[in-house]
């Protein structure tokens, strides 16, 4: 191998030969030139399809470079998303947390609208393949019960208005056909074609129609404002009863108790009738067949050609006493059964008159015969002892 050393400045003419060494390690990269001059402008490219309009996107037609064309988006087209779906760097995805799972449904018991439309009849409308004619509708795919949990306060049954049929002309929302259960169940409601009846409390009850009730005599409560409540009433005009007849009296008032409370005006029947006057005196009513005991002055004022008082006796006791005192007087005045008369004193049934030993007055002079004694002066005699205005006097009596 040759070896050249040294340093060369300028061209070295001749043969160099010997073999060539190793090359070196790659020295570091120099500084960056300056910018050369620019190219001639190239070929123009095949570019952006021309025409189209405002809303239209660019597509590839076909697989070849640069063959692409206008698309007018078709109206369904999605440009925006909401949960459960997202767009994320242009991927849509799905996030179905918190949503039902096929098999969650249908162990829920869940049912399709389908078999919904062949179970259950709904409460607007008229669907296919119920109301099989019009009118009157028939139910023809209703084969069970409907029911409301009794234990919400939801889910009641409202029927509005009428059912608009065409041609101006209406017809019910609800028909009972007649027919009568033969084991009704309380809340059940049935007609028999003459009577509406519902069940209650393992009773049948009847429904009262207007027509009925108007046969019975029924009358509105606002037609009842004329008439006076049993409760109490307060008439403002005179008040007429019908006449009495052997079979009925006129009027009725009850016997019961007196009351502890009345006020002027109130009457009643206890032992006797009683009332209590303006003053609010109470009074009681006398009467001709039993007793009565007057705690006020009487007075009897007559014109008349008969008797203004009249008493007639036909037992054993007086026709009149008269006490000065608490009953018994020890000396009243006594008109007996017979008409013979005591003053202060029994009557003496020999006498008319009979007087206690005070005597008579005649024109200021008190009279009082005393008792009778033999006369001194002669035979078949007697002395009529009297006493007048307190002198003792001997009158001489001979028998006839």
Do not use: C
Not at 31 to 41: I, K, L, R
Not at 139 to 153: E, M, Q
Not at 175 to 182: A, E, L, Q, R
């Amino acid at each position: 191998m040759a070896t050249i050393t040294g340093s060369f400045n300028s061209l070295v003419s001749g043969t160099l030969s010997g073999v060539i060494g190793t090359p070196g390690p790659t020295g570091a990269t120099g500084a960056t030139g300056a910018t050369g001059a620019a190219g001639a402008p190239g070929s123009p490219g095949a570019g952006v399809a021309v025409g189209g309009t405002s809303g239209q996107v660019l597509q590839k037609l076909s697989a070849t470079n640069y063959d692409t064309g206008w698309l007018t988006l078709p109206a369904d087209y999605i440009t925006s998303v909401t949960a459960p779906l997202s767009v994320t760097t242009g991927n849509l995805t799905v996030d179905l947390t918190g949503y039902a799972t096929e098999s969650f449904v249908t162990t829920q018991g869940y049912i399709t609208q389908g078999t919904a439309d062949g179970l259950y009849y709904p409460l607007s409308g008229n669907p296919s393949g119920f109301l099989t004619s019009v009118p009157p509708p028939t139910l023809t795919n209703l084969t069970s019960d409907i029911s409301w949990d009794g234990s919400a306060n939801t889910g009641r049954l409202l029927i509005a208005g009428v059912n608009d049929i065409g041609g101006g002309q209406t017809e019910a929302r609800l028909n009972f056909v007649s027919g009568v259960p033969t084991q009704p169940a309380t809340g059940d409601f049935w007609t028999n074609g003459t009577d509406f009846f519902y069940r209650e409390s393992g009773s049948t009850k009847t429904i009262a129609s207007q027509t009925y009730v108007n046969a019975q005599g029924f009358i509105t409560s606002s037609a009842l404002t004329p008439y006076a409540p049993l409760t109490g009433a307060t008439f403002t005009g005179k008040v007429n009863m019908a006449a009495p007849t052997a079979g009925s009296a006129s009027l009725n008032l009850g016997v019961g108790t007196a009351p502890t409370t009345s006020v002027a005006g109130d009457i009643w029947i206890a032992a006797n009738i009683n009332f209590r006057a303006s003053d609010g005196t109470l009074k009681g009513v006398a009467n001709s067949n039993t007793a009565n005991t007057f705690s006020s002055s009487q007075t009897v004022d007559t014109s008349s050609a008969t008797a203004a008082l009249r008493v007639t006796q036909r037992g054993a006791g007086n026709a009149i006493t008269v006490e000065d005192s608490t009953t018994p007087d020890a000396t009243p005045f006594v008109v007996d059964q017979h008409g013979k008369v005591g003053v202060g004193t029994a009557p003496d049934a020999t006498a008319a008159i009979k007087v206690d030993a005070n005597g008579i007055s005649f024109n200021g002079l008190v009279f009082n015969p005393t008792a009778t004694a033999a006369h001194t002066g002669g035979p078949d005699t007697l002395d009529l002892l009297v006493t007048i205005n307190g002198v003792n006097y001997r009158i001489a009596l001979r028998p006839a």
